[in-house]
């Protein structure tokens, strides 16, 4: 097994974090120095950033660049990161979603759509701030375990700053996540296995010399990638006016996102960018693959690993790191935890498209497919503002909805054609 903190030597100067100052324990609260470490010396718990921010305004933010480095100042980065090469991402549109929320019956309803990120993914966020992190300790090669999305974001960022990129994947990936992850030139291997197993693969590769001056984004640079997901509820904050929604849909793979959604939400309470209002955060899961929601309906604190069988391979982590914490949040804000099966993830995906013009991938039709099931069961409101967020481009997995996709019908050129197949 891997060490769980590395020892080697970095160039990391006070400066280059930012307001970071310590890496601290999810688990005991022990806080360690910054480095590129993942678990905790004295209980092996998570790790995260933990901050002294400074002073820290409405104006200042709006004055930055229309990217997430406009909230470099909450982020552990140092102050000149926009001027640095990156591939920028962030600032994605928040779409006023009348036409979904009309047939779904929600009065005031947003898709926060990740789709237009540079690699057309959410991953662009969480992979720009461990650029950062690899860059300040001196490694070479940057990486990652993926379900596809986060290797072509990390391939596309190390192609941007100069580093070589080698990635692991699981072999059964759908086809358009494995040409847009090799597109960029570095180096791609598919492992016989499943999410789980390519990523305990990672692990051991940290602890062996073959890893040395490795960067494994979402493995020894963790701490640091997982507050690139912040970013979502700064934009949605900003957008949304200066204030939180009162619901929010996210989608749930390792769970991160949506924990450091909440992180980001109490962050700006705390620094009165936003009023200390409340709101509530709902989990969405592929019923083939729903460990955490199955624990929320159990009632169990606990997660219970699975193995994955469902369309929605990006969110097919059958061990999330996250999951606890993603209870305690939902719980701590009044949200739940909700599944939806394959035919209902295709649809979502389509309904999305047909009523907003979103193509969303499989994620994004889980998270739409939850939105719905929670509403008609009572557990979301439909006169709050909610926030459902569509985390990648649908043109990554066409192989969901081809099956039930295609011409209305196909005609002769001749207007008798057209009449004659019921179009006039």
């Known amino acids: 097994m891997a060490t769980p903190t590395a020892t080697r030597t970095t160039s990391a100067t006070p400066t280059s974090f930012g307001p970071a100052v310590a890496l601290s324990c999810r688990e005991c609260g022990e806080r360690t120095e910054l480095g590129p470490k993942y678990a905790c010396e004295s209980c092996f718990g998570p790790l995260e950033v933990a901050y002294e921010f400074g002073t820290v305004t409405r104006e200042r933010i709006e004055a930055g660049p ?35 929320g009309r047939e779904l019956g929600v009065r005031n309803l947003h898709v926060k759509d990740d789709s237009g990120n540079p690699t057309h993914s959410f991953k662009d966020r969480v992979v720009a701030i461990a650029v950062e992190a690899a860059r300040t300790f001196d490694f070479t090669t940057l ?5 596809g999305n986060l290797a072509g974001a990390v391939g596309a960022a190390a192609a941007r700053v100069g580093l070589r990129s080698c990635v692991f994947i699981p ?14 030139g570095g180096e791609l291997v598919a492992i016989e296995g499943t999410y789980d197993e390519v990523n305990r693969f990672c ?10 001056s490795w960067g494994f984004v979402n493995v020894n640079l963790r701490p640091y990638y997982g507050e690139g997901s912040k970013t979502l509820a700064y934009e949605i904050a900003e957008q949304l006016g200066w204030k939180l929604p009162e619901q929010i849909v996210i989608p749930i793979a390792s769970g991160s996102q949506l924990t450091k959604i909440d992180k980001g939400f109490r962050e700006l309470i705390a620094l009165g960018l936003v009023e200390d209002a409340p709101y509530r955060i709902f989990g969405a899961q592929a019923t083939g693959c729903s460990p955490v929601a199955a624990a929320w309906k159990a009632g169990h604190d606990v997660i219970r690993p699975v193995q994955p069988d469902t369309i929605a391979k990006s969110l097919a982590i059958g061990n999330p790191a996250d999951g606890p914490y993603v209870l305690d949040v939902c719980k701590r804000t009044g949200g ?14 389509k309904l999305l498209a047909r009523t907003e013009g979103i193509f969303g991938e499989t994620a994004g039709g889980v998270t739409v ?3 719905r099931k929670l509403l008609e069961s009572g557990a979301l409101d439909p006169d709050a503002e909610t926030v459902v967020l569509n985390t990648g ?18 005609i002769r050129p001749t207007l008798d054609s057209f009449r004659k197949a019921g179009l006039a």
């Open 66 to 100: 229309h990217n997430i480095w406009r909230y470099a100042p909450l982020l552990p980065v140092s102050a000149d990161v926009a001027s640095r090469p990156s591939l920028n991402p962030g600032f994605t549109k928040l779409v006023r979603a009348e036409n979904l």
């Open 336 to 349: 739940a935890v909700e599944d939806v099966n394959d035919v209902e993830v295709v649809e979502a995906m």
């Open 143 to 147: 990486s990652c375990s993926s379900t």
């Open 203 to 212: 692990s051991e590769l940290i602890g062996d010399p073959a890893g040395e």
């Open 369 to 371: 497919g939850c939105l």
């Open 171 to 184: 072999a059964d990936l759908e086809a358009g996540k494995v040409v847009t992850a090799a597109v960029y």
């Open 393 to 410: 481009d649908g043109l990554k997995t066409l192989d969901a909805v081809t099956p039930t996709t295609g011409p209305t019908a196909t």
